[in-house]
């Protein structure tokens, strides 16, 4: 079934097409409390990740929303650098939050609706930077879903509105959500959607008000109340519903936490906290206008589209400015169009609907040069904005001198007309071009292509212009703003959300006596006892003896072996040939060449899966953040031989030290 999702800072939405009209998905209604129960919220899936003192594992939706003690919320807005937060004593990035939300999604509307998906077109925001699109798109497909398109979500919006009301004509979109303002401008003739300008800021949304008006409510209580985290946390939800009610009512009463007190607060109150805030949320409608040359009388409707944008001030403050009235919300739903926006486009790319729908480049993507004369950096566009996708388009350069054996090749997605520090244009990553030899500049002249397509995946190559030959051949994947977690690891780290512990729990504490798995780090005990810098070279006999002794100490318990890739070149010929016949009895496991972390993360990935007790001398320091067990007792034994004889010691590895 065609399905299209709106991934929001606080709230997402999914909607499907049933043949006739774009379905939203009542997800979690079961979940949501009597003084929540408002009819537009029963299609939202609040974009949360929660934990609870009683339940074991992450919540999601309406259940973390209002029943977690600690909530990380916003993962969205923090995907661009991938942040990460502490959930209880996981350290979770934003892009496996963002993975269990998508999951989470998914899972309910096949176990309550028995609706199933496994593609969708995902909404993102229109201003959206590269790397928090393409981690939006890495956090779908870890959750089972593929993406068939990333569609803007003012695009996504107005295509509800336009395909309700058979219209032609120029919307402004104005999309005010819980963590960032757009506003675009489109135009849709025949079919086609034309995004003509776009201005917004990504740190202004419901979060910043939510802010002041708790500050508000705060002021009008006597004396500063010491609340507890799960106080704050209860204080939190109560600011929401109170902002809900005051865009409703022209008062309302909030009750404290802990001491029960009410504490009463207008509407004119609100309003005036907020003022600058609102007027600061005009200014992209503002900037999308200058840059068009364009009176607001030429505009045919203006959508307003989020939940901030609902405040009778902001709709007021645009309505004002545009000196006409808002499209009203019973005519373009704020909470829902963009999910049935995105759901119409799945049934577009699906031939299930007669229509066009073209997908463009939000920003130009190119690379920057230096200026031969002044030594300025400047940005060379090869993908221009607004272009159709898929896109594909190449440019040559040259080198500034003679000799080079490789270049330094920067992404970035920037607008032509601005200098390259201005604070609007970014760089993605960069990028390593390599010479088969030394080249004179007139010979070393190489075309750099730009691939970039539909689901917001971006290819650069780069080939010597006089031969053809290969010189950078790369998807992008890390950024300049933070590595991007592949797939794989994202799904391994969900899984791991799935076991967290109640805070103030315990799980049954496994000692080695009782341990029914063990997993070795072979090539530590291979190395035990030897030192490189002297030429010394790792034994198999030795690492074989320690295992065999393993199995004697405790029988019929499991053992598996890993070894690093690079084992097997460091062991003499005879021994290399013993490995390789462990290997194919699979008594040895070695990790794939260029696993990231290498035989340790192997090692403390598969422990962590299957409850194995690990086998090693190390410490693995750099992993204990990422798997807090590492520390827990009786999951590390040390390896020793001693003659003849092995000695297996219970260890905890060592902390690492905190910096002051």
């Known amino acids: 079934m065609a399905t299209g999702i709106d991934f929001g800072t606080t709230n997402s939405v999914v909607a499907q097409w049933n043949g006739d009209e774009a379905e939203v998905l009542q997800l979690d209604t079961d979940n949501i409390d009597s003084d929540w129960l408002y009819e537009e919220f029963q299609g939202i899936f609040p974009t949360i990740v929660g934990e609870s003192s009683t339940r ?57 609706l028995l609706r199933s998906f496994d593609s969708a077109v995902i909404t993102v925001p229109a201003n959206a930077r590269g790397a928090a699109r393409y981690r939006t798109r890495t956090a779908a497909q870890a959750a089972g879903i593929q993406v068939k398109a990333l569609l803007n979500e003012p695009t996504a919006a107005a295509l509800s509105y336009m395909y309700d009301m058979q219209e032609e004509g120029r919307i402004m979109v104005f999309d005010w959500g819980g963590g960032t303002i757009d506003v675009t401008i489109l135009e849709h003739i025949d079919g086609h959607f034309e995004e003509l300008a776009s201005k917004g ?41 109170t902002k809900i009610r005051l865009s409703r009512e022209t008062s309302a ?43 607001p009388d030429e505009i045919d409707g203006v959508l307003m589209i989020g939940g901030t944008s609902q405040l009778p001030s902001v709709r007021n403050a645009v309505e004002r400015l545009m000196d006409d009235e808002v499209v009203p919300s019973a005519i373009c739903h704020p909470m829902t169009a963009v999910a049935r ?32 004369h002044t030594g300025e950096k400047v940005f060379s566009a090869i993908i221009d904005q607004h272009t159709p996708l898929p896109a594909i388009e190449e440019k040559k350069y040259t080198p500034i001198d003679d000799g ?25 990553t960069k990028l390593v071009l390599k010479y088969p ?26 080939t010597l212009d006089e031969t053809g030959e290969v010189l950078l051949d790369e998807e ?60 010394d070279i790792p034994s198999l006999d030795q690492l074989l003896s320690g295992v065999q002794a393993l199995h004697t100490k405790f029988p019929g318990a499991d053992v598996t072996v890993f070894v690093d890739a690079t084992l097997r070149h460091q062991l003499p010929p005879g021994e290399q040939k013993v490995l390789d016949d462990a290997i194919r009895q699979k008594i040895v496991h070695t990790t794939p060449a260029g696993t990231h972390g290498k035989g340790d993360r192997m090692v403390v990935m598969f422990a962590d899966e299957t409850g194995s007790v690990i086998v090693t001398n190390d410490s693995y320091q750099e ?23 092995w000695l297996f010691p219970p260890r905890t590895p060592v902390r690492p030290r905190s910096s002051s």
């Open 56 to 112: 074991l594992g992450a919540l999601f939706g309406w259940e973390a929303k209002l029943r977690s003690n600690r909530v990380f919320e916003a993962c969205k807005r923090m995907l661009r650098n991938d942040e990460s937060i502490r959930l209880r004593d996981a350290s979770v990035p934003a892009s496996v939050a963002a993975a269990g939300v998508f999951r989470a999604m998914r899972e309910r509307a096949e176990h309550n």
């Open 201 to 241: 800021i990504t740190q202004l949304g419901g979060i910043e008000l939510d802010k002041r008006l708790r500050k508000l409510l705060l002021r009008k209580l006597p004396g500063h109340p010491v609340l507890s985290e799960l106080e704050s946390r209860e204080l939190d939800l109560i600011v929401e519903r």
């Open 253 to 295: 009463v909030a009750r404290f936490p802990g001491n029960g007190k009410l504490v009463q607060v207008t509407r004119d109150e609100f309003e005036r906290e907020i003022a600058d805030l609102v007027e600061q949320a005009l200014q992209p409608a503002r900037q999308c206008l200058n840059e068009l040359g364009m009176h």
């Open 341 to 372: 926006g995105a759901a119409i486009a799945a049934a577009i790319l699906d031939g299930k609907i007669d229509s066009y729908l073209r997908v463009s480049s939000m920003f130009a993507l190119g690379t920057a040069t230096t200026n031969q």
């Open 404 to 428: 080079r054996v490789q270049l330094t090749v920067p992404v970035w997605e920037a607008d032509p007309a601005k200098s390259l520090d201005d604070p609007e244009n970014f760089q993605l």
């Open 437 to 462: 030899r030394r080249l004179p500049r007139e010979k070393a002249i190489f075309n750099l292509r730009y691939t970039y397509t539909v689901d917001g995946l971006l290819h650069v190559k780069g």
């Open 476 to 535: 992008i994947r890390d950024f300049t703003s933070g590595d991007t977690l592949p797939v794989e690891e994202i799904r391994r780290r969900m899984s791991a959300l799935d076991r967290l512990t109640p805070s103030g729990a315990s799980l049954p504490q496994l000692t080695p006596a009782a341990a029914k798995s063990f997993v070795v780090d072979g090539s530590n005990l291979a190395w035990h006892g030897r030192d490189r810098r002297k030429g």
């Open 623 to 645: 992993l204990q953040a990422e798997f807090p067990f590492l520390l827990d007792k009786d999951r590390v034994l040390g390896a020793t031989p001693a003659g003849n004889h």
